[in-house]
């Protein structure tokens, strides 16, 4: 099984920063290491539906944004320690929300296993 363990979260003053991170671990049934695709990092806030945030393909480390942290948010990754990281800069009210990390493997269509989610809560 592969397991996803967010961490970072927490209480930040409108304008600044907070890192997001997100270790992947385990193996797959047959008792193989996981073979990524993709991590990202998506969020929900109360009331509204699940977004995606951030991505980057494990194979070349390119990054994608959404248009709303475009510039502010940056993703990165440690391959040895099979963790991506969300630096989170010149954040606002906007950008509080459950965090949570998702993983695709290799033949997966998308983001097959995801994480319990880390609250990030920006007090204007």
């Known amino acids: 099984q592969v397991q996803l363990a967010e961490s970072g979260g927490g209480l930040v003053q409108a304008g600044g920063s907070l890192r997001l991170s997100c270790a992947a671990s385990?193996?797959?049934?047959?008792?193989?290491?996981?073979?990524?695709?993709?991590m990202a990092w998506f969020r929900q806030a109360p009331g509204k539906e699940r977004e995606f945030v951030a991505s980057?393909?494990?194979?070349?480390?390119?990054?994608y944004y959404s248009n709303s942290v475009q510039g502010r948010f940056t993703i990165s990754r440690d391959i040895r320690k099979n963790t991506i990281y969300l630096q989170m800069d010149s954040l606002n009210a906007e950008d509080t929300a459950v965090y949570y990390c998702?993983?695709?493997?290799?033949?997966?269509?998308?983001?097959?296993?995801w994480g319990q989610g880390t609250q990030v809560t920006v007090s204007s």
């Open positions: 980057m393909r494990w194979a070349n480390g390119s990054p």
């Open positions: 998702a993983l695709q493997r290799v033949g997966q269509s998308g983001y097959d296993h």
């Open positions: 385990g193996r797959t049934a047959s008792g193989r290491p996981i073979s990524t695709v993709a």
